[in-house]
Each structure stands twice: as structure tokens, then as C-alpha cells.
């Protein structure tokens, strides 16, 4: 294979990129740090970096599940503020021992990933080095009128998860524990090293005027549930009977006789929403391909300084939830 240089890289790299289309958003509001998101005149702007064998190992994931999973966690900041990608700006340190092979498939996947899904890719940086890091920054617009954030909980309003939860993390604790057998749960597997999410999801929030409270998975439900309490100065209480758990993940756990209740808690990169509003239950029971399956987790109580998140257990016990995910410290 021929080896390219960094301009041809580069030009490679970007020659399939979905057009610029120039176009402002139509709503041109601000808002500083504290959310998944950061919006400047109407700009949704996240950054999220992958650092190989820290967010990837490509003796565990392909470089193409590398590469989506690295667009998938930016994606899902932009959608859970109510917000679609537009344009995105890349950072690239190609490991020096990657063979020209996987520079290839790294930079093709690269590529499509963001055309397949109409985000402009208008320039950034490559360099090289030890390791390889991805690193993206994503701009986006909002979808309707008004941002989802997390500080807008309200005492009364229901928490909602979309999707099911464990799955990345359970996947995660196979890899480490036994690799020999992810043969046995490859779905599991295969969502930890490249999930697929409703990308859309966040749209369809604004779309249906249901305007909270609303933050991806990424650390984990149990840190998710916190940051959303504190951000809004409100105590939750979820319902540990009504928690999503992916039946893969029970079937896992019920196999090396350890607790799914840990993955759902606990489990970061899930990149689902979990989100919050007083609607009413009955807008999302019907079936909704760009939402997904959404289920009621929980409730807001009441306004607090020491904003606490507890769940009732199965016993009829309610016991602290505290937020023990993950930490990139």
C-alpha cells in the first residue's frame, strides 16, 4: 500500500466530505459551561476525545468500531441538548506503529462516518505520536425553540431513559473478564466497542415541545441522576423495579453470578438520554423510531440546597444513590 503524507492524508481524508451548507441558526441564543453542550449565537458546541487503550483497543475493536464509537460520543452531547450536528472540526494523532493499513481504515471511516450523517467536516489537525487520539470538535442547531439542559428539573416532573441500560458496560466487563467468552454475548460486545444510538432522539424531544431536563449516559446513570440534581437544585427518586435493564445484560449477569443492577448504575458509555419533563406519560407510549423505546425511571420531589437522589429498592428499602461511574481522572 502506498504511503500517503500528511497534505494527502489530509486531502484523502476530506474529498468525500458532506457539503458546507451555509446556513445560520435560527436561533441565536448563548449558553456557558455546565451542559453536555456549550451554545454561542446559536451554535451547539461539544468537544470529546477518544485516547487508544484508554476509550479504545483495537486488539479488542476494529478501527472502523474505534472510529464510529469516537462519533457517536460526540453526537450523543449535540443531541441530548435538543440540537443536530452540522459541522465538525478534527484532531488526529496517528499512533507511529499503526500500520498503513489501519491508517487507512482509520481515515476511510473517518470520512464516512461523519458524511453518512450529513456533518461537514471543514478542517483540524493530524500529527503523530505514541498513541492514537481522536479528537473532535462538534457544532450543531438546535432543533426547536429552546436548548434541553440539565438545570431545568423541576419538582414533579417524571425521569425517562431511552433505550436499555448496562449494555456498555456489561460489554466492557466481559472484555476484561473474560474474553474468551464474548463469542457467548457479542451484542453486549459489539455496543460497547461501537454503539448504535437514536441519533435523532433529541430532535424528537423539541419536536414533541417536551423541553427539560436532559443529559446523554455517558458516566454512568447513577452520576447522570446526580449531575442532574444538583445542576437543578431538585431531589430524584427512581424506582430500581423500573429501570430498563437490558435482557442481555440480566442473562450475562445471571451467567458469572454477579448483579445487572451494577451495569444499569453504573455502566458509563451508554450514550442513551436520560431526560425530564411534566408531560404527560401517554405522549410517549406510542411507538417512535427517532425517539425509541422510552421508559419512566423516576420522579423529581422537591426543591433542595442538598440535592439528593435515592432509589426504592425491590425489598421496599430506599437507599442512596450515589455516583460511582465513571471517572476520567
Same mark, same amino acid.
Given at each position: 500500500?502506498?504511503?500517503?503524507?500528511e497534505?494527502?492524508?489530509?486531502?484523502?481524508?476530506?474529498?468525500?466530505?458532506?457539503?458546507?451548507?451555509e446556513?445560520?441558526?435560527?436561533?441565536?441564543?448563548?449558553?456557558?459551561?455546565?451542559?453536555?453542550a456549550?451554545?454561542?449565537?446559536?451554535?451547539?458546541v461539544?468537544?470529546?476525545l477518544?485516547v487508544?487503550?484508554?476509550?479504545?483497543?483495537?486488539?479488542?475493536?476494529?478501527? %472502523?468500531?474505534?472510529?464510529?464509537?469516537?462519533?457517536?460520543?460526540?453526537?450523543?452531547?449535540?443531541?441530548?441538548?435538543?440540537?443536530?450536528p452540522?459541522?465538525?472540526l478534527?484532531g488526529?494523532?496517528?499512533?507511529?506503529?499503526?500500520?498503513e493499513?489501519i491508517k487507512?481504515?482509520?481515515?476511510?471511516?473517518?470520512?464516512?462516518?461523519?458524511?453518512?450523517?450529513?456533518?461537514?467536516?471543514?478542517?483540524?489537525?493530524?500529527?503523530s505520536?505514541?498513541e492514537?487520539?481522536?479528537?473532535?470538535?462538534?457544532?450543531?442547531?438546535?432543533a426547536? %425553540?429552546?436548548?434541553l439542559?440539565?438545570s431545568?428539573?423541576?419538582?414533579?416532573?417524571?425521569?425517562?431513559v431511552n433505550?436499555?441500560l448496562?449494555?456498555?458496560?456489561?460489554?466492557?466487563?466481559?472484555?476484561m473478564?473474560?474474553?474468551?467468552d464474548?463469542?457467548?454475548?457479542?451484542?453486549?460486545? %459489539?455496543?460497547?466497542?461501537a454503539p448504535k444510538?437514536?441519533?435523532?432522539?433529541?430532535?424528537?424531544?423539541?419536536?414533541?415541545?417536551?423541553?427539560g431536563?436532559?443529559?446523554?449516559?455517558s458516566?454512568?446513570?447513577?452520576?447522570?441522576?446526580?449531575?442532574?440534581?444538583?445542576?437543578?437544585?431538585?431531589s430524584?427518586?427512581i424506582?430500581?423495579?423500573?429501570?430498563?435493564?437490558?435482557?442481555?445484560?440480566?442473562?450475562?449477569?445471571?451467567?458469572?453470578g454477579?448483579?445487572?443492577?451494577?451495569?444499569?448504575?453504573?455502566?458509563?458509555?451508554?450514550?442513551?438520554l436520560?431526560?425530564?419533563?411534566?408531560l404527560?406519560?401517554?405522549?410517549?407510549?406510542?411507538?417512535?423510531?427517532?425517539?425509541?423505546?422510552?421508559?419512566?425511571?423516576?420522579?423529581?420531589?422537591?426543591?433542595?440546597?442538598?440535592?439528593?437522589?435515592?432509589?426504592?429498592?425491590?425489598?421496599?428499602?430506599?437507599?442512596?444513590?450515589?455516583?460511582?461511574?465513571w471517572s476520567?481522572?
Amino acid at each position: 500500500m502506498i504511503k500517503l503524507g500528511e497534505f494527502q492524508f489530509i486531502e484523502s481524508l476530506l474529498q468525500n466530505a458532506a457539503p458546507l451548507v451555509e446556513k445560520s441558526p435560527k436561533v441565536r441564543t448563548w449558553l456557558g459551561v455546565g451542559d453536555d453542550a456549550a451554545i454561542f449565537d446559536g451554535w451547539v458546541v461539544t468537544k470529546d476525545l477518544s485516547v487508544e487503550n484508554t476509550h479504545f483497543r483495537l486488539d479488542w475493536s476494529t478501527p %472502523e468500531q474505534a472510529v464510529e464509537k469516537h462519533i457517536v460520543s460526540n453526537v450523543s452531547d449535540i443531541c441530548s441538548m435538543g440540537a443536530r450536528p452540522r459541522i465538525a472540526l478534527l484532531g488526529l494523532c496517528v499512533n507511529r506503529h499503526w500500520s498503513e493499513d489501519i491508517k487507512a481504515r482509520i481515515r476511510n471511516a473517518l470520512s464516512q462516518g461523519f458524511a453518512k450523517r450529513g456533518i461537514t467536516l471543514i478542517g483540524g489537525d493530524t500529527v503523530s505520536g505514541e498513541e492514537g487520539v481522536l479528537s473532535t470538535t462538534l457544532l450543531g442547531e438546535l432543533a426547536g %425553540e429552546f436548548p434541553l439542559v440539565r438545570s431545568s428539573l423541576k419538582p414533579n416532573d417524571n425521569l425517562y431513559v431511552n433505550g436499555t441500560l448496562g449494555k456498555s458496560g456489561a460489554g466492557l466487563w466481559l472484555l476484561m473478564n473474560h474474553p474468551e467468552d464474548r463469542h457467548l454475548f457479542p451484542d453486549l460486545v %459489539e455496543y460497547h466497542l461501537a454503539p448504535k444510538i437514536p441519533e435523532h432522539s433529541g430532535e424528537e424531544l423539541a419536536r414533541l415541545k417536551a423541553y427539560g431536563a436532559c443529559m446523554d449516559i455517558s458516566d454512568g446513570l447513577s452520576s447522570e441522576l446526580n449531575h442532574l440534581a444538583v445542576s437543578s437544585g431538585v431531589s430524584i427518586e427512581i424506582d430500581e423495579k423500573s429501570l430498563p435493564i437490558d435482557p442481555e445484560v440480566v442473562k450475562m449477569s445471571e451467567y458469572y453470578g454477579i448483579s445487572p443492577l451494577e451495569f444499569a448504575l453504573n455502566g458509563g458509555e451508554e450514550y442513551q438520554l436520560l431526560f425530564a419533563n411534566s408531560l404527560p406519560d401517554s405522549i410517549f407510549d406510542k411507538e417512535n423510531v427517532l425517539l425509541g423505546k422510552v421508559c419512566k425511571i423516576g420522579t423529581a420531589t422537591v426543591n433542595s440546597a442538598d440535592a439528593q437522589v435515592s432509589m426504592l429498592c425491590r425489598s421496599g428499602e430506599k437507599v442512596p444513590v450515589e455516583p460511582r461511574a465513571w471517572s476520567h481522572l
